[in-house]
């Protein structure tokens, strides 16, 4: 297997465009999450899926933010409209098991966003 | 509060040299505890897992350590090497939580 796959690496856009990040899990991890990282916050869980149904979005920081994974395969994370806060580098993720459980997370390459 | 606090910020030191990374956390219930490598413009890749009931576990050169009871857990590199430069970030879970400690960026110096 690949590894959890994310794209675009890069993506600048301006502020108010749309932003559609992509991720591909690895085949047969039944959960997907994805996290922002700043500099100034660190990594932080935006939300995860457990067999492609949101269990847990409170860390959406607001409603520009949303996130759908319509099959076992696909993930998408879209900001509209986008801001310069935005700025940051997305990372999706899959586990086998949830986070409570020991299994790994596999983290994607990142997607960074610069929103100017 | 939920919390994972890591300790130093950043540190640089000798290749060849041993050093010891902490993290404490206030995260309850607990889970489990993860230290994650992260290489710059890479993801996180995890390098261990420990539960409530595991004092140490060891991948490599690198050792891991967790006193439940203190909630404070270390990550020590033995014979650091130029590829150990990175960040290292200490996560905890519990209970759907999932705490990022804001990590600790190593420096190797040759």
């Known amino acids: 297997d690949a590894g959890v796959i994310q794209s675009p690496r890069h993506e600048v856009t301006e502020m108010g465009q749309e932003v559609t990040l992509r991720c591909k899990p690895i085949?047969?991890?039944?959960?997907l999450f994805w996290y922002r990282q700043t500099m100034m916050r660190g990594l932080e869980l935006l939300i995860y899926?457990?067999?492609?149904?949101?269990?847990?979005d409170s860390g959406m920081p607001e409603d520009r933010f949303s996130a759908k994974m319509p099959n076992a395969s696909f993930s998408t994370l879209k900001i509209q409209p986008s801001e310069p806060r935005d700025s940051a580098v997305y990372f999706c993720?899959?586990?086998?098991?949830?986070?409570?459980?020991?299994?790994?997370?596999?983290f994607g390459q990142g997607t960074r966003l610069t929103v100017v | 509060k939920n919390q994972v606090e890591q300790s130093p910020q950043s540190l640089i030191i000798l290749e060849g040299k041993n050093c010891t990374l902490q993290?404490?956390?206030?995260?309850?219930?607990?889970?489990?505890l993860r230290w994650y490598k992260q290489d710059t413009g890479r993801g996180p890749v995890s390098l261990t897992i420990?539960?409530?009931?595991?004092n140490t576990k060891s991948n490599g050169r690198y050792t891991a350590t967790l006193d439940a009871d203190t909630k404070q857990s270390s990550l020590h590199i033995t014979a650091s090497q130029l590829s150990d430069s990175a960040s290292y970030i200490c996560?905890?879970?519990?209970?759907?939580?999932?705490?990022f400690g804001k990590g600790t960026r190593l420096h190797i110096l040759p």
């Open positions: 899926f457990n067999n492609n149904v949101p269990i847990d």
């Open positions: 993290c404490n956390y206030t995260v309850s219930p607990f889970s489990n």
């Open positions: 996560v905890v879970s519990g209970d759907d939580k999932i705490i």
């Open positions: 420990m539960t409530f009931s595991e």
């Open positions: 085949s047969g991890h039944d959960y």
């Open positions: 993720a899959s586990s086998f098991r949830g986070a409570e459980s020991n299994t790994e997370a596999f």
